[in-house]
């Protein structure tokens, strides 16, 4: 599988972690991961597969991007993530709610409904690919951050809504698609 490089969220990790008050074997039990992995992350000598992002970020309460060094630009407030799906001409809006909202939604899903949910995710997301591309040559620093924020959730919540449906050959497609997006989605590609 295709690793992330570390690039700072290991200290983003380690601020989120101390600004909880919990200590690196908290994190661990949290994660589900052993005390030197967390470790290793902090200090940057181990690089980060989407689902050790995915864990990290759960266990501390925020979103994957929320992982990522502090500095990164901060949306305009009059940009809005619905204007970009009815742009695309999409009716869906699983790119824009709320992280809680899917997670509700996802835990009372069966595999039949999580099957469906995948399936509205890609297709959303597929929905805004030419605008996700024009926007990366042509939108506003504000407009490309808010794309790649929104291409960030569709990956994620296509990897969850693949594992819920226990769709072995779907979960395998979204693993090996979503490093090479992320780091395509972060380069404006």
Known sequence: MDQIGDGGIG???????????????????????????????????????????????????????????????????????????????????????????????????????????????EAERIATLDLRHRIGREGTRGERVLVARMWEKYLVRGLRAAHAAKNELVLEEAIEGAPRELVGGAAGG
């Open 11 to 121: 200290r983003e990790v380690r601020r989120l972690r101390e600004l909880r008050g919990w200590s690196q074997s908290k994190l661990a039990v949290e994660a589900e991961m052993s005390v030197s992995g967390v470790s290793m992350i902090e200090n940057g000598h181990r690089n980060l597969t989407t689902t050790t992002l995915e864990k990290l970020a759960r266990s501390l309460g925020v979103e994957v991007r929320d992982l990522f060094p502090l500095g990164q630009p901060q949306l305009p407030e009059s940009l809005a993530a619905d204007d970009v799906l009815e742009q695309a001409g999409v009716e869906t809006r699983w790119g824009v709610i709320s992280d809680k909202e899917w997670d509700g939604i996802l835990e009372r899903a069966d595999a039949a409904e999580a099957m469906r949910l995948y399936e509205e995710v």
